[in-house]
Nanobody, 121 residues
Framework: QVQLVESGGGLVQPGGSLSLSCAAS????????MGWYRQAPGKERELVAT???????DYGDFVKGRFTISRDNPKNTIYLRMNSLKPEDTAVYYC???????????????WGQGTLVTVPS
């Protein structure tokens, strides 16, 4: 069983910063792309940022240079540094990873339980 455990959510004032982390644990052969998604109340889940094993990154359009994703491969952990936070960034942030549990199996998506980020208006 592979688990993704997120941490770092909370309440932050507009313009403030917050860092999230997500660590993968359990038994697996390999993890490819990892990333962060978010879901605000009444809205669909959307991409925040992804990062490959080699460090290639992709960001949602709304990020506009405010967020930075990073990765520590030996620790199977990713981080999301969020600056200049806005009320519209309020959402549950989910960690995602493409995990290969055994060499003969394909990569499958695994999700964390989510961590709430609240930026009051």
């Amino acid at each position: 069983q592979v688990q993704l455990v997120e941490s770092g959510g909370g309440l932050v004032q507009p313009g403030g910063s917050l860092s999230l982390s997500c660590a993968a644990s359990g038994r697996f052969f390999d993890i490819a792309t990892m990333g962060w998604y978010r879901q605000a109340p009444g809205k669909e889940r959307e991409l925040v940022a992804t990062i490959t094993r080699d460090g290639d990154t992709d960001y949602g359009d709304f990020v506009k240079g405010r967020f930075t994703i990073s990765r520590d491969n030996p620790k199977n952990t990713i981080y999301l540094r969020m600056n200049s936070l806005k009320p519209e960034d309020t959402a549950v942030y989910y960690c995602n990873a493409a995990v290969k549990r055994f060499t003969t199996l394909p990569y499958v998506p695994v999700w964390g339980q989510g961590t709430l980020v609240t930026v009051p208006s």
